[in-house]
């Protein structure tokens, strides 16, 4: 089974949605998370020379659960594994998606995030009114797949790191092995994304996070 997605993992490729498998699908998710849960031991040697403190919003415990466990996984999904499908309609609803985010990172005052997911909107909201320009990406996605997958799951790790304050240079620079978990979990709910299809890989998402949640509290 992870044997898999290693495989794919090394090779990533465009490949049809299969039909979804109950039984799989929960074996992996057992399977993923409890390397996971490894791969947070180098955070955890980290932890002992910088203090890595997660940022907690201050929703109250059911604000705290909605965002974490159904907001995050689909605004996450959508924005770094949707549009592995370059699909018209996958099109509309990332539009949609980052035009929200967009605006919340404004009234938030990140002016940077909201910069780039408006830029973003605009980008996606031509591909869908521009049949031509439409054709042209759905055949650059594809003829560089493996590349954009690896970003896709990659970025989406590092991105948690902005979940730890303070964040000095050092901290910053170790990144890759403090985001570990998160970008390994990235790259299952990629492979399941391609598998079994964007609606599957929010369900991960989400299963993993109120497994977290659940467990050791809000900690990512």
């Known amino acids: 089974m992870l044997g898999e997605f290693f495989r794919y993992l090394k090779h990533p490729r465009f490949i049809r949605t299969e039909p979804f498998e109950p039984r799989y699908f929960f074996k992996f998710f057992i399977r993923?998370?409890?390397?996971a849960i490894l791969l947070v031991i180098p955070r955890g040697i980290i932890g002992l020379f910088y203090t890595l403190k997660a940022v907690r919003p201050a929703d109250g415990y059911w604000g705290l659960f909605a965002f974490f466990v159904i907001i995050a996984p689909i605004v996450e999904e959508t924005l770094f594994r949707l549009w592995l499908r370059p699909q018209k309609k996958n099109f509309i609803f990332f539009s949609g998606i980052s035009a929200v985010v967009s605006i919340n990172e404004l009234v938030e005052a990140r002016y940077l995030n909201a910069g780039i997911l408006m830029v973003l909107t605009?980008?996606?909201l031509l591909f869908i009114y521009q049949v031509r320009y439409r054709k042209l990406l759905?055949?650059?996605i594809l003829r560089h797949f493996g590349l954009l997958f690896y970003i896709s799951f990659i970025s989406f790790g590092l991105l948690h790191i902005n979940?730890?304050?303070?964040?000095?240079a050092p901290v910053l620079l170790l990144a890759p092995l403090i985001t570990l978990p998160q970008i390994f979990t990235g790259g299952a709910l990629?492979?399941?994304?391609?598998?079994y299809g964007?609606?599957?890989s929010m369900l991960l998402h989400s299963i993993f996070n109120l497994t977290v949640?659940?467990?050791?509290?809000?900690?990512v």
């Open 32 to 35: 993923v998370f409890f390397w």
């Open 122 to 124: 605009c980008i996606s």
């Open 138 to 140: 759905q055949r650059w």
């Open 163 to 168: 979940n730890i304050r303070p964040l000095p």
């Open 190 to 195: 990629g492979y399941i994304r391609m598998k």
């Open 198 to 200: 964007i609606v599957y």
């Open 213 to 219: 949640f659940l467990l050791f509290g809000w900690l």
